[in-house]
């Protein structure tokens, strides 16, 4: 049996592709990469086919990390059964996800995995969308998803 893991943002080409590739970078290197089904994808439909946008996957290759990503929708009709967790950027993408039926228990904030947070507060928990600011948006949002993947991973892997 595998944990099921779909990392959601709102368009599928910044922050979930690289929570995604940070966390299969991280499961590889702690050898537990079989234990897990992941994907990512995104509350709207802008960008469905479409690779990371380029300052992600600059950001990734810098920290030796590859984004496999291709760009999709969430899929309630299947998303919501096939996964474990369903682990929203923001405030925002977790409301869309419940919006659509997503089971409650089942929809985390990324953040909230974080052991350096463990005493914020819900709005300090977001994953700012660094679509529309500079490159250096980038590298505070891959070192944002290094630590929560990393207390992901020690929860689930040990
Ligand atoms: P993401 O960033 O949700 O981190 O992938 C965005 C990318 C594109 C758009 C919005 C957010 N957009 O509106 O096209």
Redesign the pocket.
């Known amino acids: 049996m595998t944990t099921g893991l779909l990392f959601v943002?709102?368009?599928?080409?910044?922050?979930?592709?690289l929570a995604e590739g940070v966390f299969l970078h991280q499961a590889k290197a702690r050898g537990v990469l079989d234990r897990f089904d992941v994907d990512s994808c995104?509350i709207?439909h802008?960008?469905v086919g479409a690779p990371p946008?380029g300052r992600a996957v600059a950001t990734a290759k810098r920290n030796g990390v590859h984004l496999p990503s291709i760009g999709r929708q969430v899929d309630p009709t299947t998303d919501f059964e096939r996964f474990d967790l369903l682990l929203a950027?923001d405030a925002s993408?977790r409301h869309a996800l419940l919006r659509l039926g997503a089971p409650e228990d089942r929809v985390k904030l990324m953040r909230s995995y974080d052991p350096t947070l463990a005493a914020a507060e819900e709005h300090e928990l977001e994953?700012p969308?660094?679509?529309y600011g500079g490159p250096d948006g980038f590298d505070r949002v891959f070192a944002m998803l290094e630590r929560a993947c990393g207390g992901l991973l020690d929860g689930l892997a040990g």
């Open positions: 943002c709102l368009g599928n080409i910044c922050r979930s592709p995104g709207g802008w960008h946008d950027m993408n994953v969308d660094p679509y």
